[in-house]
Protein backbone atom coordinates (compact mmCIF):
# COMPACT_ATOMS: atom_id res chain seq x y z
CA UNK A 1 0.00 0.00 0.00
CA UNK A 2 1.42 3.58 -0.72
CA UNK A 3 -0.14 6.52 0.54
CA UNK A 4 -1.17 9.01 -2.12
CA UNK A 5 -1.87 11.97 0.08
CA UNK A 6 -2.83 13.51 3.68
CA UNK A 7 -5.31 16.04 3.85
CA UNK A 8 -6.77 17.98 6.55
CA UNK A 9 -9.71 19.87 4.75
CA UNK A 10 -12.47 18.33 2.78
CA UNK A 11 -11.90 20.88 -0.45
CA UNK A 12 -8.65 20.00 -0.63
CA UNK A 13 -8.98 16.68 -0.70
CA UNK A 14 -11.61 16.37 -3.68
CA UNK A 15 -9.35 19.09 -5.68
CA UNK A 16 -6.59 16.64 -5.21
CA UNK A 17 -8.87 13.33 -5.90
CA UNK A 18 -10.19 15.01 -9.74
CA UNK A 19 -6.15 15.04 -10.75
CA UNK A 20 -4.92 11.40 -9.26
CA UNK A 21 -6.31 8.26 -9.39
CA UNK A 22 -6.57 6.32 -5.89
CA UNK A 23 -8.26 2.99 -4.96
CA UNK A 24 -9.56 4.09 -1.20
CA UNK A 25 -10.05 7.30 0.83
CA UNK A 26 -9.71 6.77 4.31
CA UNK A 27 -11.98 9.04 5.51
CA UNK A 28 -12.42 11.43 9.00
CA UNK A 29 -15.92 12.27 10.08
CA UNK A 30 -15.24 15.66 11.43
CA UNK A 31 -12.97 17.73 9.49
CA UNK A 32 -13.03 21.38 9.39
CA UNK A 33 -14.90 23.68 6.84
CA UNK A 34 -16.28 19.94 5.48
CA UNK A 35 -17.33 17.10 7.55
CA UNK A 36 -16.97 13.55 6.18
CA UNK A 37 -20.67 13.17 4.94
CA UNK A 38 -19.97 16.57 2.79
CA UNK A 39 -17.35 15.27 1.68
CA UNK A 40 -18.73 11.56 0.37
CA UNK A 41 -21.53 13.35 -0.83
CA UNK A 42 -19.46 15.87 -3.47
CA UNK A 43 -17.15 12.52 -4.06
CA UNK A 44 -19.62 10.62 -5.23
CA UNK A 45 -21.39 13.25 -7.11
CA UNK A 46 -17.84 14.44 -8.69
CA UNK A 47 -17.08 10.45 -9.62
CA UNK A 48 -20.59 10.23 -11.65
CA UNK A 49 -19.23 8.43 -15.21
CA UNK A 50 -15.67 8.31 -13.99
CA UNK A 51 -13.99 5.78 -11.24
CA UNK A 52 -15.00 6.33 -7.71
CA UNK A 53 -12.42 5.52 -4.82
CA UNK A 54 -14.06 3.41 -2.46
CA UNK A 55 -14.21 5.31 1.12
CA UNK A 56 -13.87 3.65 4.34
CA UNK A 57 -14.54 5.89 7.36
CA UNK A 58 -12.31 5.93 10.30
CA UNK A 59 -13.90 7.99 13.25
CA UNK A 60 -14.40 8.68 17.14
CA UNK A 61 -17.81 9.03 16.23
CA UNK A 62 -19.98 5.66 16.66
CA UNK A 63 -23.33 7.54 16.85
CA UNK A 64 -26.14 5.65 14.74
CA UNK A 65 -26.81 8.76 12.54
CA UNK A 66 -23.16 8.88 11.61
CA UNK A 67 -23.22 5.27 10.52
CA UNK A 68 -26.51 5.64 8.67
CA UNK A 69 -25.69 8.84 6.75
CA UNK A 70 -21.92 7.53 5.41
CA UNK A 71 -23.43 4.38 4.41
CA UNK A 72 -26.22 5.62 3.13
CA UNK A 73 -24.04 8.28 0.84
CA UNK A 74 -21.83 5.10 -0.14
CA UNK A 75 -19.49 4.62 2.23
CA UNK A 76 -17.85 0.99 2.39
CA UNK A 77 -17.02 0.35 5.63
CA UNK A 78 -16.94 2.27 9.05
CA UNK A 79 -14.06 1.71 11.32
CA UNK A 80 -14.13 3.24 14.92
CA UNK A 81 -10.43 4.85 15.80
CA UNK A 82 -8.22 2.80 18.48
CA UNK A 83 -9.55 -0.85 16.61
CA UNK A 84 -5.96 -1.34 16.17
CA UNK A 85 -3.64 -1.20 13.09
CA UNK A 86 -4.12 -5.48 12.35
CA UNK A 87 -8.03 -4.08 12.64
CA UNK A 88 -7.56 -0.93 9.94
CA UNK A 89 -5.64 -3.10 7.42
CA UNK A 90 -7.66 -5.95 7.43
CA UNK A 91 -10.54 -3.33 6.99
CA UNK A 92 -8.67 -1.76 3.77
CA UNK A 93 -7.87 -4.80 2.33
CA UNK A 94 -11.77 -6.14 2.72
CA UNK A 95 -13.12 -3.10 0.76
CA UNK A 96 -10.51 -2.74 -1.64
CA UNK A 97 -11.26 -6.26 -3.00
CA UNK A 98 -15.01 -5.59 -2.96
CA UNK A 99 -15.94 -6.45 0.39
CA UNK A 100 -16.90 -3.78 2.98
CA UNK A 101 -15.60 -3.00 6.50
CA UNK A 102 -17.31 -2.49 10.06
CA UNK A 103 -16.06 -2.35 13.93
CA UNK A 104 -17.77 -5.06 15.42
CA UNK A 105 -19.53 -3.57 18.56
CA UNK A 106 -21.08 -1.53 15.37
CA UNK A 107 -21.98 -4.57 13.73
CA UNK A 108 -23.50 -5.93 16.75
CA UNK A 109 -25.40 -3.12 17.05
CA UNK A 110 -27.14 -2.86 13.72
CA UNK A 111 -28.11 -6.60 13.84
CA UNK A 112 -30.06 -6.19 16.58
CA UNK A 113 -31.59 -2.70 15.60
CA UNK A 114 -32.55 -4.04 11.85
CA UNK A 115 -32.77 -7.79 11.80
CA UNK A 116 -36.37 -8.89 11.45
CA UNK A 117 -37.00 -12.13 9.51
CA UNK A 118 -37.10 -11.16 5.58
CA UNK A 119 -40.28 -12.30 3.72
CA UNK A 120 -39.16 -14.75 1.13
CA UNK A 121 -37.54 -13.78 -2.45
CA UNK A 122 -35.23 -10.65 -3.47
CA UNK A 123 -36.60 -7.33 -4.00
CA UNK A 124 -37.85 -7.09 -7.68
CA UNK A 125 -36.36 -3.88 -10.12
CA UNK A 126 -38.30 -4.43 -13.26
CA UNK A 127 -34.89 -3.32 -14.62
CA UNK A 128 -32.72 -5.82 -13.64
CA UNK A 129 -31.70 -8.75 -15.56
CA UNK A 130 -32.30 -12.38 -13.45
CA UNK A 131 -28.84 -12.40 -13.51
CA UNK A 132 -28.23 -9.37 -11.84
CA UNK A 133 -30.94 -10.08 -9.24
CA UNK A 134 -28.47 -12.91 -8.44
CA UNK A 135 -25.93 -10.97 -8.37
CA UNK A 136 -27.09 -8.65 -6.03
CA UNK A 137 -28.58 -11.18 -3.93
CA UNK A 138 -24.87 -12.26 -3.12
CA UNK A 139 -23.57 -8.44 -2.91
CA UNK A 140 -27.01 -8.54 -0.18
CA UNK A 141 -25.47 -11.60 1.98
CA UNK A 142 -21.95 -9.87 1.95
CA UNK A 143 -20.62 -11.74 -0.45
CA UNK A 144 -16.98 -10.59 -1.72
CA UNK A 145 -16.36 -10.19 -5.30
CA UNK A 146 -14.20 -12.81 -5.71
CA UNK A 147 -16.19 -14.95 -3.92
CA UNK A 148 -19.64 -14.44 -6.28
CA UNK A 149 -16.94 -15.19 -8.71
CA UNK A 150 -15.93 -18.58 -7.39
CA UNK A 151 -19.64 -19.32 -6.55
CA UNK A 152 -20.88 -18.40 -10.13
CA UNK A 153 -17.42 -19.62 -11.72
CA UNK A 154 -17.61 -16.77 -13.57
CA UNK A 155 -14.76 -13.78 -13.67
CA UNK A 156 -14.15 -11.49 -11.07
CA UNK A 157 -14.48 -8.33 -13.65
CA UNK A 158 -17.96 -9.94 -15.05
CA UNK A 159 -18.85 -10.07 -11.23
CA UNK A 160 -17.71 -6.32 -10.94
CA UNK A 161 -19.80 -5.29 -14.84
CA UNK A 162 -22.85 -6.74 -13.60
CA UNK A 163 -22.36 -4.51 -10.54
CA UNK A 164 -21.59 -1.77 -12.34
CA UNK A 165 -24.77 -2.26 -14.03
CA UNK A 166 -26.63 -3.20 -11.30
CA UNK A 167 -25.48 0.19 -9.70
CA UNK A 168 -26.44 2.68 -12.65
CA UNK A 169 -29.91 0.70 -13.02
CA UNK A 170 -30.57 1.77 -9.87
CA UNK A 171 -29.01 5.18 -9.46
CA UNK A 172 -26.82 4.08 -6.87
CA UNK A 173 -22.93 3.88 -6.10
CA UNK A 174 -21.97 1.42 -4.00
CA UNK A 175 -23.12 -2.66 -2.85
CA UNK A 176 -23.95 -0.98 0.74
CA UNK A 177 -26.83 1.71 -1.10
CA UNK A 178 -27.56 -1.48 -3.32
CA UNK A 179 -28.81 -3.77 -0.18
CA UNK A 180 -29.86 -1.20 1.82
CA UNK A 181 -32.55 0.03 -1.15
CA UNK A 182 -33.36 -4.08 -1.55
CA UNK A 183 -34.45 -3.44 2.43
CA UNK A 184 -36.20 0.13 2.14
CA UNK A 185 -38.70 -1.56 -0.46
CA UNK A 186 -39.56 -4.11 1.80
CA UNK A 187 -37.71 -7.00 -0.26
CA UNK A 188 -34.77 -9.26 1.15
CA UNK A 189 -31.85 -11.18 -0.13
CA UNK A 190 -32.35 -14.81 -0.18
CA UNK A 191 -30.94 -16.26 2.76
Known amino acids: MECCGVFAEGVQALEALRHKLVDLVLLDLHMPTMSGVDFLRHLKRQG ?4 VPAVLMLTCDDSDRAL ?3 LGWGADGFLIKGTGIEA ?7 VLAGGAALS ?3 TRRLI ?3 FRPP ?3 LSQHPSLTEREQEILDYLGRGLAYHQIAEQEKISVETV ?3 ARRIFAKLGIHSRAEAVAGCWRQGG ?3 G
Open 112 to 114: RRN
Open 48 to 51: RGAA
Open 119 to 121: PPG
Open 188 to 190: SVR
Open 68 to 70: EET
Open 88 to 94: LAHGIES
Open 104 to 106: PQL
Open 160 to 162: KTH
